[in-house]
């Protein structure tokens, strides 16, 4: 029998009292960003309200104690080195867990 296994990651601060994590949502809009220059453009390639996006990046920057999004008004955003450092980061311990995941799904049989 075929099986598959899939398994998201999601960072949080050791602080319980901050809200939202990082995780797959914020992935996508810094993805957005660095292909679009623009938050809201990112956002609405998503179908995700802006005001939502501001919410996740800024939820994200809690956690992970950084600035993911340089804003320049009315000219668009951009990554910082942290958020291009943080995306790369997340887009390999994401692709390591699929690939430990694909490797170990039959053990459960077994």
């Given at each position: 029998m075929?099986?598959?296994?899939?398994?998201?990651?999601?960072?949080?601060?050791?602080?319980?009292?901050?809200?939202?994590?990082?995780?797959l949502?914020?992935?996508?809009?810094l993805?957005?960003?660095?292909q679009l220059?623009s938050?809201?453009?990112?956002?609405?390639?998503l179908?995700?309200?802006?005001?939502?996006?501001?919410?996740?990046v800024?939820e994200?920057?809690?956690?992970?104690?950084c600035?993911l999004?340089?804003?320049d008004?009315?000219?668009?955003?951009s990554l910082?080195?942290?958020?291009e450092?943080?995306?790369?980061?997340?887009?390999?311990l994401?692709?390591?867990v699929?690939?430990?995941l694909?490797r170990?799904?039959?053990?459960?049989?077994g």
């Amino acid at each position: 029998m075929d099986l598959t296994a899939k398994a998201r990651v999601v960072v949080r601060s050791t602080d319980a009292s901050l809200p939202g994590a990082f995780g797959l949502g914020c992935v996508q809009l810094l993805e957005g960003v660095a292909q679009l220059g623009s938050l809201n453009r990112a956002a609405k390639q998503l179908g995700m309200a802006y005001s939502k996006a501001w919410r996740l990046v800024n939820e994200a920057e809690g956690h992970l104690g950084c600035k993911l999004i340089l804003r320049d008004g009315a000219r668009g955003s951009s990554l910082t080195d942290d958020g291009e450092r943080v995306l790369v980061g997340y887009r390999k311990l994401q692709q390591e867990v699929d690939d430990l995941l694909a490797r170990r799904v039959h053990d459960l049989l077994g």
